[in-house]
């Protein structure tokens, strides 16, 4: 059994409780760390922090014995600092992202989960360097913030940044700020962009060639609902899917990633949160059949 794994959930943040009542979810779950967004995720629009009961979560945590630095934050996955095309909303994603770097550290965390972006046309190379140029400006401004940005790897959608490792190295290679760079895999979007996560192995060693496994700040761990290079990114409970519990176990419970957070952002089932079966099946390394309907 893995007493020891730092492994938690994706969970809400809203009124009355706001913070205080995000990491009382995440306790329910049996949770040593978890994930939130500061606001909706599909929006720029934010309450101000003194509203969002952050002393008394913070409290909560430290009485609960979680590491506060292993707690994650993730960016609203509408920003895209790889295009261009409206300088404007450039500028406002570069405003707001900065932003969500000051918010993070008022949380007591120091990683933002952050989507590279998407390049509409122009090529993968020209959208690097926007992001880069980006991450660039924005540290410039906050230089003692101590918060990282771990870049998230993509399935694949469309023109989307980030869904082969030396892309994701080109834009840490291309910062100067690149000390403040980390990654967060993600299983669903490896096994949907064409990785062979079965073989995790051999799958982390390519990683740490190309970009380095110093780098991993985050895994979030997903089944996917559909097969090895779809580029789809649809996420399911874990053991119902593509990927199935034996390998995202494997990496789980991996020991070189002992030390690295791991998030579980699966579909409700039926309204009802998945995670504190997920994490306790992860922590038992003991799959059980069928527990979706036992939920």
Sequence with gaps: MSKDLIIGSHVGMSAPNYYLGSVEEALSYGATTFMFYTGAPQNSIRKPLNELKIAEG???IKNSGIDEQKIIVHAPYVLNLANDSDY?????????????????????????????????????????????????????QIPDCKVKIALETMAGKGTEIGSVFEEIQQIIASCRHNDRLGVCIDTCHMNDSGYDVFNFDDLLDEFDKIIGI????????NDSKNPRSAHKDRH???????????????????????????ILETPYVDGKAPYKKEIEMFRN??????????L
């Design 58 to 60: 913070r409290q909560l």
């Design 236 to 262: 399911e409970n874990i053991g119902y899917g593509e990927i199935g519990f034996k390998a995202l176990n494997a990496i789980v419970n991996h020991p070189k990633l002992k030390s690295v957070p791991k």
């Design 214 to 221: 110093n780098r991993i700040l985050v895994v979030h761990v």
């Design 88 to 140: 404007d909303k450039l500028q406002k994603a570069k405003e707001f992202l900065k932003s969500e770097l000051i918010r993070t550290e008022a949380f007591g965390s120091q990683i933002l989960v952050f989507h590279p972006g998407a390049h509409i046309g122009k090529g993968s190379d020209y959208g690097i360097k926007l992001i880069s140029k980006a991450i660039d400006d924005i540290y410039d």
């Design 285 to 294: 390394e003991i799959y059980e059949d069928d527990w979706r309907n036992r």
